[in-house]
C-alpha cells in the first residue's frame, strides 16, 4: 500500500472528526504498516479506553479496502502519540513476569482475555525472544473471553492446572 494514499484519507478523515494532526509517519513493521500520529488533540482520538482511536483505525481500513478493492482490510495499526506502542510494551512486560512464574511453578497460565492484536503481540514476543524459548503460547476460549495461555514447553511433571486468570495483572485495560 502506498504511503501517501494512506495520508490522502487519513488527513481529510481526522480533519471531518475536527482533530489536528500537525503530522502523520508511516513505517512497514513485516506485515502491518504502522500509522503515527503527532497531534494536539491526542487525547480525544484516543477516545475513552482507547475507543476513538480503534474506530479511526476501522474506518481507515475500511476506506482502504474498499479503494484498493482489496479481499481483506489491510493490517494498518493507527497510534497517536505513542499510546499504542506503551500498550504493547506493558503488555510484554507482562507476558514476562507471567513467564518467572511459569517458570517457578512448572504451571502454565492464562492471562486476561484481550484482544486478537495483543494476543498477537504476546504470541510473537514468546516465540520470537530467546530468553523466552522455553514456553510456548496458544489462545483459548471464544470471543471476548479469548485468552492467552502460556505454558513451558516440556512439562516438568505433575498434572497441569487448569488456566487462571489473574486478576490485577494490568491488561484490564487494554484498548485493541
Do not use: C
Not at 494512506?6 to 472528526?17: N, S, T
Not at 506503551?86 to 503488555?91: A, I, L, P
Not at 512464574?101 to 504476546?122: D, E, H, K, Q, W
Request: proline share 3%.
Amino acid at each position: 500500500m502506498n504511503h501517501q494514499a494512506i495520508k490522502d484519507i487519513l488527513q481529510p478523515l481526522v480533519a471531518f472528526f475536527g482533530f489536528e494532526v500537525t503530522d502523520i509517519r508511516i513505517t512497514d513493521e513485516g506485515d502491518l504498516m504502522r500509522v503515527e500520529m503527532v497531534s494536539v488533540h491526542a487525547s480525544r482520538i484516543i477516545g475513552w479506553h482507547g475507543e476513538t482511536l480503534n474506530a479511526l483505525q476501522s474506518l481507515l481500513k475500511a476506506i482502504i479496502r474498499s479503494k484498493e478493492n482489496l479481499e481483506r482490510s489491510p493490517f494498518i495499526v493507527l497510534d497517536v502519540d505513542g499510546y499504542r506502542r506503551m500498550q504493547e510494551d506493558k503488555v510484554r512486560r507482562i507476558a514476562e513476569q507471567k513467564a518467572d512464574f511459569v517458570r517457578r511453578t512448572g504451571n502454565r497460565i492464562a492471562l486476561a482475555p484481550m484482544s486478537p492484536y495483543f494476543r498477537r503481540i504476546v504470541h510473537l514476543h514468546v516465540a520470537n525472544t530467546p530468553a523466552l524459548g522455553d514456553l510456548t503460547t496458544e489462545s483459548v476460549g471464544e470471543g471476548e473471553y479469548r485468552q492467552v495461555v502460556m505454558r513451558l514447553k516440556e512439562a516438568r511433571g505433575g498434572e497441569e492446572l487448569q488456566p487462571v486468570i489473574s486478576q490485577g495483572d494490568g491488561l484490564e485495560n487494554l484498548d485493541v
